[in-house]
């Protein structure tokens, strides 16, 4: 006999706790507890740069995502704790840069504290547009910043592609891939169908 999810829930499904505006949510996953659950699944890397006046900044993300392709929208996240978060906060553009394996060294560079990460001038470079962004990145899209939603302790930042660099046969350049903690390389050895 079948139930009405309407009527019934089954004794071991998880409970989802309601909560009011005013107080915030009730109950909920600890911090270690939310990060134990994404632990194992597995993202892209992408390394966002931008300069609002006072120099460019960079960090590492696995929070980039295409959200519509008409118009072309994306998003990611920007941690209040990242030193490159009150300059990607005040600037119009930025750029996201899709990172292949090969390219383990910018994503290191990138998520690395208390460093000038654009010391090495043989690295990087300004577009025509004043961006600064990495040449080596299999590809990157500049794009223009259209909302910024505060979320917890980061800022959900939308982002209007402008212009980008394609790579020239997607097959070629395997992605960087972050997962448990440590960087991965997808290939064919790596394909299940």
């Not at 004794?11 to 706790?17: F, L, M, N, T």
């Not at 960079?58 to 995502?65: C, K, P, Q, Y």
């Not at 959200?67 to 941690?79: D, G, K, N, R």
């Not at 080596?136 to 505060?150: C, D, K």
């Amino acid at each position: 006999m079948g139930h009405d999810s309407a009527d019934a829930t089954a004794p071991d499904s998880p409970r989802i706790e309601p909560s009011h505006p005013s107080l915030g949510p009730i109950g909920g996953l600890t911090a270690e507890e939310f990060k134990l659950a994404f632990r194992n699944h597995a993202a892209g890397v992408a390394v966002i740069t931008a300069d609002a006046g006072d120099g460019p900044v960079g960090l590492t993300a696995t929070s980039v995502f295409s959200v519509s392709a008409e118009p072309p929208l994306l998003i990611f996240s920007l941690s209040s704790s990242s030193s490159s978060a009150p300059t990607i906060r005040a600037a119009d553009t930025v750029i996201v840069h899709l990172l292949g394996a090969d390219q383990i060294a910018l994503a290191r560079l990138c998520a690395t504290s208390g460093i000038d990460r654009f010391a090495d001038r043989t690295i990087w470079d300004r577009l025509i547009t004043g961006e600064p962004y990495f040449p080596s990145a299999h590809a990157w899209i500049r794009g223009r910043v259209v909302n910024r939603m505060e979320a917890g302790a980061s800022t959900v930042v939308a982002v209007h592609a402008l212009q980008a660099k394609l790579p020239v046969d997607a097959g070629d350049a395997p992605p960087l891939v972050y997962h448990n903690r440590a960087y991965h390389s997808l290939g064919d050895h790596s394909r299940l169908q």
